[in-house]
């Protein structure tokens, strides 16, 4: 296969690809990616556990003293230069976190251990560790995603490029986001790794819930052939009643029907409890695996899944007590009756096992129930919205917002100072770029691209008014004036 270049014209590879991106998932997409590899014996164990780390740093204008042209730098970056400032002290600890599970895999593995991980890193990152000269992270994390002695351990899942909140990015934003750390994932690691790339971690755990945007949301996800998506239990209803799922520790489908009546699934693993890095860092879904057994699914006798999702470097027991917990819990699970499992290897082995995808419960996103209790699908647009505003002056709970690791925080309240210029210049670079058909091979394509998605990052918002809205809103300023000057 190509290899593509890591940067073009100084930029991250995010766009000009996108052929060669798709030609290698299609290739890869009716293979299995574990199941020749795998040493479970499935048949023999009674449940398995999942731990995701989600790695994420923003990109800052803060390399200089002048926000408007200050150089754009990750935020690693700028803590490591300024440790006296907050917690920028940790910045050390942070980096040996975005690089230590390359040197535990081949640790464990050399000791005749089944480790596993998955790890889900932003497109921002990888620029950011690239930019500050990082490159033994990006090493030990290249040679445990390519080395075939390492790679079985080890699921890499697909994230937006900008770490981008789905239920409040513009929906073909959101699908540049997707194409963008797909390209930029595979001009790092390689054209075959980015094959092997199943399984979809939306930012913020961030499930989009109005069904035009949830149907838009994992049409992308489809069409760039991932397979499955993480969900938090919370954000999904099942459709008979409208409650949480049932059975949270097997795969469900998601499916997601717009207003028009068009219809669109995927499968979905369900991440229970909060955000939590606690309940990672301590190896908690191992130890509640350990308390379930064999249920039945589709005929057959099939162990459940306990799946959680964390950052990996946040928070103190995260970057001290993790590493020497992770080391001994996988230790211990090696050849054990509760082993740990990646979830694409586990769904492979359900599925080998004779389960089918139509076996499956169905799930859909929060709050739909209520919807398509009022309205048929193929009303169409104008009558979902009629209908939204009679729920939500009725019942003060309904929401469109979405739904992510917390039930508690709006992605959209309060946050009017960044959003309205972020659609604003979202809409001009459809206007300018899309819908003039300009290339994405096109350098000005990308370094309109760049900015736009770098602005998208929900850090502008999380930390509220202050210096991080104004990052965004230089962000937003510069994407604006490249659509105004160089198109």
């Known amino acids: 296969m190509t290899q593509l270049p890591e940067y073009v014209d100084g930029l991250p590879n995010i766009c000009g690809s996108e052929g060669d991106v798709e030609r290698a998932v299609a290739m890869a997409r009716d293979s299995a990616v574990f199941l020749a590899d795998s040493r479970i014996d499935f048949r023999r164990i009674k449940s398995a556990f999942a731990n995701a780390l989600h790695m994420h740093q923003p990109l800052i204008p803060a390399g200089g003293g002048d926000l408007h042209t200050a150089e754009v730098i990750g935020n690693l970056q700028y803590m490591m230069d300024h440790p006296g400032i907050g917690d920028n002290h940790n910045a050390p600890v942070f980096l040996w976190c975005y690089k230590r599970m390359g040197e535990f895999i081949p640790q464990l593995v050399h000791e005749s251990k089944e480790p596993r991980i998955m790890l889900e890193y932003s497109g921002t990152l990888f620029h950011g560790l690239r930019k500050m000269g990082a490159h033994d992270v990006i090493d030990s994390l290249t040679t445990i995603t390519r080395n075939p002695e390492y790679r079985r351990c080890v699921e890499w899942l697909g994230a937006p490029w900008g770490h981008a909140v789905a239920p409040s990015t513009p ?240 992605w959209v309240r309060g946050y009017e100072a960044v959003l309205k210029p972020m659609e604003a210049v979202s809409a001009r670079f459809y206007d300018t770029v899309i819908r003039a058909g300009i290339p994405p091979s096109d350098g000005r394509y990308r370094n309109a691209l760049f900015y736009l998605l770098c602005a998208e990052t929900s850090c502008y918002r999380y930390w509220g008014e202050g210096i991080w809205t104004d990052y965004g809103r230089e962000l937003i300023r510069r994407a604006d004036a490249i659509l105004a000057h160089d198109f």
């Not at 750390?181 to 790794?193: D, K, M, R, T, V």
């Not at 693993?269 to 308390?291: F, H, N, W």
């Not at 590493?323 to 819990?329: C, E, M, Q, R």
């Open 171 to 410: 929906v073909h934003d959101y699908r540049l986001h997707v194409k963008a750390w797909q390209q930029h994932f595979a001009a790092i690691f390689g054209l075959e790794a980015v094959g092997r790339v199943r399984g979809f971690s939306p930012s913020e755990m961030a499930l989009p819930n109005h069904p035009d945007v949830a149907y838009e949301f994992v049409r992308t996800l489809r069409d760039c052939g991932y397979e499955w998506v993480l969900v938090q239990e919370h954000t999904v209803e099942e459709p008979a009643d409208g409650a949480n799922p049932h059975r949270p520790h097997l795969p469900y489908r998601l499916v997601c029907t717009n207003s028009h009546g068009e219809t669109v699934s995927i499968l979905a693993i369900i991440k229970t409890q909060g955000s939590d890095t606690k309940l990672v860092a301590q190896m908690q879904p191992c130890y509640e695996a350990r308390s379930l057994g064999v249920v039945e699914l589709g005929g057959q006798t099939v162990p459940p899944l306990v799946t959680q999702i964390a950052d990996g470097e946040n928070g103190g027991v995260m970057m001290n007590e993790f590493p020497p917990k992770y080391l001994d819990v996988m230790r211990e699970a090696s050849g054990s009756d509760t082993p740990a499992m990646n979830v694409t290897e586990y769904l492979e082995h359900l599925f080998a096992l004779g389960v089918s995808i139509e076996d499956l419960p169905v799930v859909r996103p929060l709050f739909q129930r209520l919807i398509w209790e009022r309205m048929k699908p193929g009303d169409g647009p104008d009558r979902l919205h009629q209908v939204i505003e009679e729920i939500r002056r009725e019942d003060h709970r309904f929401h469109m917002e979405g739904g992510s690791w917390t039930n508690s925080r709006s």
